[in-house]
């Protein structure tokens, strides 16, 4: 990688609070403007620069990778979808459908193409919504899936909006729980630093007493490793996350 050209998008805010200067573009070499990235099998294109961070969240790759093993012949969820990347995993690994919801157009429009690049697109629908309303909607219809993902933007941004952002929180997991068929997985993450591990577990842990179920803790899930956590920089450990299942 000494040679390898090197894209940086750095943003405003944590520029502004650690006091270093914002860089946008190529910091070392060229390339293009739209690459394509493989992962595990399932294909990405990426336009550098645009979207969240550089386009594609790599910090979540060994979950995307995990949902493949679960979502054989199931129908699956894929709520605060981005770039369908969970959905796209899942379908590869023979998912029946992938219902993808997401409330950003431009994200929408990625995940379209992410699943035709692919060949996934027919097995998927990709909804521009609320994801909040399209929950309760679904509770309401009565819909239910096997593998559902909960992969939400930061709630809590500073330690002000932690109530609220419980409040979110337990809002998606009840309403998952309660969409979730007998021996369905939930994957389900908050990458807000400001909500804790232990906060998370216990927001959860209320969202299954509410919807009246008792999943078990297959696994707790985190941040690949190439994301490391720095014991004397708790920030460092953002992405904390939960794989249940029901009985």
Do not use: M
């Not at 692919?118 to 819909?143: C, T």
């Amino acid at each position: 990688l000494d040679d390898a050209p090197v894209f940086a998008v750095d943003e405003d805010a944590a520029a502004r609070l650690e006091g270093f200067e914002v860089v946008r573009g190529w910091i070392r070499g060229a390339g293009p403007e739209t690459v394509e990235v493989d992962e595990d099998g399932v294909r990405f294109a990426v336009t550098l620069g645009t979207g969240h961070k550089t386009g594609l969240y790599l910090d979540q790759r060994e979950n995307r990778v995990r949902i493949a093993g679960l979502a054989a012949g199931r129908d699956v969820l894929d709520a605060f979808c981005y770039t369908a990347g969970f959905a796209g995993h899942a379908l590869r690994g023979g998912a029946r459908r992938a219902v993808c919801i997401e409330s950003s157009p431009e994200a929408i429009a990625a995940a379209r193409r992410n699943l035709a690049l692919n060949g996934l697109a027919a097995r998927a629908e990709i909804q521009a919504v609320n994801v909040f309303d399209e929950l309760r909607r679904l509770e309401r219809a009565g819909a239910r899936f096997g593998v559902i993902v909960l992969d939400p933007p930061p709630f809590a941004r500073s330690r002000s909006a932690i109530p609220a952002a419980s409040r979110g929180y337990k809002e998606i997991n009840l309403r998952a729980l309660r969409i979730l068929e007998p021996g369905g997985h939930l994957l389900t993450f908050s990458c807000s630093h400001h909500v804790s591990n232990s906060l998370f577990e216990d927001i959860c842990r209320e969202a299954a007493a509410d919807a009246h179920v008792r999943p078990r803790v297959v696994a707790h899930l985190t941040q690949s490793p190439d994301h490391p956590v720095l014991l004397n920089v708790p920030e460092t450990h953002y992405l904390k996350g939960l794989h249940l299942q029901l009985p």
